[in-house]
């Protein structure tokens, strides 16, 4: 199948950056639309990148940005903050609807580890049931499923967050410390999505994404602090106090953490054996190989580094 163009929903964010990187790298065109393009500069400057001003849950408006395309990837995702219906489940709904009308087959869509209809958090939920629709397309559609455990890499929210709170403060109170993550690194993420763009072998597939070692949230708090000096003091929380403390964030203007997070965290965001569904050829990055090369450069020495290697020394 040949991929010449792509619609990159959700394409501004994290992952989606490194995937729009990707593709231009191999001369695949990507139009990413956005409601704030002025926000987004750097993507623009990408070669064959396109990022009109649009509203994608207009029914209308998405599938008029679908003709001319040969694939639809949907990453469009959101942790806390927001309507998780709207974002899971009826833009999904709307995609495929909009892929029929526009007679484009390809679709790439990203879930999530654990996803799960009856999962014990609206996130968890959402997502199962955006899955399902997704699925329910198959055949009509050449539908790939993506499902990721916690990504990580320049520019998370994830790491880079707790190098921030553990230089900012000396104490970092920690709530379900004994939950577990298989992180993976954005960039084996992004080859997963493009490498399959193509791939007929990959049609009707649901693969997990998940790296090669499993942590507890407390083994990376840890690891992290010693990557960037911090001397803060990690204080277990019971659960009780935990879920007030991401109460009391969840009200902030970009909240960092909410109820609804640590309920995800119920379920240990790994998969093992005969329930892990793979990449063909799937050999993802060691998190000790990848983050050091950016959580590092946090620290005075390492932004000390980073102005010496600018300056040629």
């Known amino acids: 199948m040949d991929i010449k163009k792509v619609l990159l929903l959700g394409g501004s964010g994290f992952i989606g950056t490194y995937i729009a990187n990707r593709l231009s790298q191999r001369g695949i065109e990507a139009t990413i639309p956005t409601r704030h393009r002025e926000r987004t500069k750097a993507l ?12 994608i849950h207009c029914a209308r408006t998405l599938t008029g940005l679908m003709h001319g395309h040969d694939a639809v990837i949907n990453l469009v995702g959101i942790l806390h903050g927001g309507d998780f219906t709207k974002a899971h489940v009826d833009l999904p709904k709307t995609i495929v609807a909009a892929c029929r009308a526009a007679g484009v087959r390809r679709l790439l869509h990203m879930s999530a580890l654990k996803a799960d209809p009856q999962g014990p958090s609206k996130y968890l939920a959402s997502k199962g049931e955006g899955e ?28 880079n967050l707790f190098a921030q709170v ?14 577990r993550f298989q992180p993976v690194w954005v960039g084996d993420v992004a080859d997963a999505f493009v490498g399959s763009l193509g791939d007929a072998a990959t049609f009707g597939q649901t693969y997990d994404l998940v790296g ?9 708090v840890e690891y992290t602090a010693a990557l960037c000096g911090g001397k803060a003091c990690i204080v277990a929380l019971p659960n009780g ?7 009391l964030m969840s009200l902030a203007p970009k909240p960092l953490l909410s109820p609804d997070n640590l309920r995800s965290m119920q379920v240990d965001n790994v998969c093992a054996g005969g329930d892990c569904r793979l990449p063909p050829a799937w050999h993802p990055a060691a998190l000790e190989a990848v983050a050091p090369t950016y959580v590092a450069h946090l620290t005075p020495k390492g932004k000390l580094d980073g102005f010496r290697c600018h300056a040629g020394r």
Do not use: C
């Open 44 to 55: 623009i400057m990408q070669p064959g990148v396109d990022m009109p001003e649009a509203d």
């Open 241 to 247: 106090l935990a879920y007030l403390q991401a109460g």
């Open 212 to 220: 090669p070692r499993v942590y507890t949230l407390r083994q990376l």
């Open 132 to 159: 399902a629709i997704v699925r329910a397309a198959q055949g009509e559609l050449d539908v790939t499923i993506f499902r990721p455990s916690v990504v990580f890499g320049l520019g998370d929210a994830f790491l």
């Open 166 to 179: 553990l230089k900012a403060s000396p104490i970092f109170p920690l709530g379900f410390g004994q939950a």
